[in-house]
């Protein structure tokens, strides 16, 4: 069974940085991030796969990192110059297939959700 764990949000001020951890247990091979506002859908941040290879929504290119650590079994989200409209629920996603999933349909597998808050 896979269950996924994030940690590490919390409220900081525009041009911060934060990191996100996801802890996965079970086995999958492709682990992203998503985000969702008030008011707004779920959306895509970013994704890696077990072998490394990523991508990233337009908005957050040159801004967040995803990494993964496979002997630790976590996936990490480091969050550089961050701004107001990055204020959301991360949530980490997870599917035991390969793929550069950018859609809420690609991941069977959810966490909790942790808050990230941006003040200007």
């Known amino acids: 069974q896979v269950q996924l764990v994030e940690s590490g949000g919390g409220l900081v001020q525009a041009g911060d940085s934060l990191s996100l951890s996801c802890a996965v247990s079970g086995r999958t091979f492709t682990t992203g991030w998503f985000r969702q506002a008030p008011g707004k859908e779920r959306e895509f941040v970013a994704t890696i796969t077990w072998s490394g290879a990523r991508t990233y929504a337009d908005s957050v290119k040159g801004r967040f990192t995803i990494s993964r650590d496979n002997g630790k079994k976590s996936v990490y989200l480091q969050m550089n110059s961050l701004k107001p409209e990055d204020t959301a629920v991360y949530y980490c996603?997870?599917?035991?297939?390969?793929?550069?999933?950018?859609?809420?349909?690609?991941?069977?597998?959810w966490g909790q959700g942790t808050q990230v808050t941006v003040s200007s």
């Open positions: 996603a997870a599917s035991t297939s390969i793929g550069l999933f950018t859609t809420t349909a690609g991941y069977p597998f």
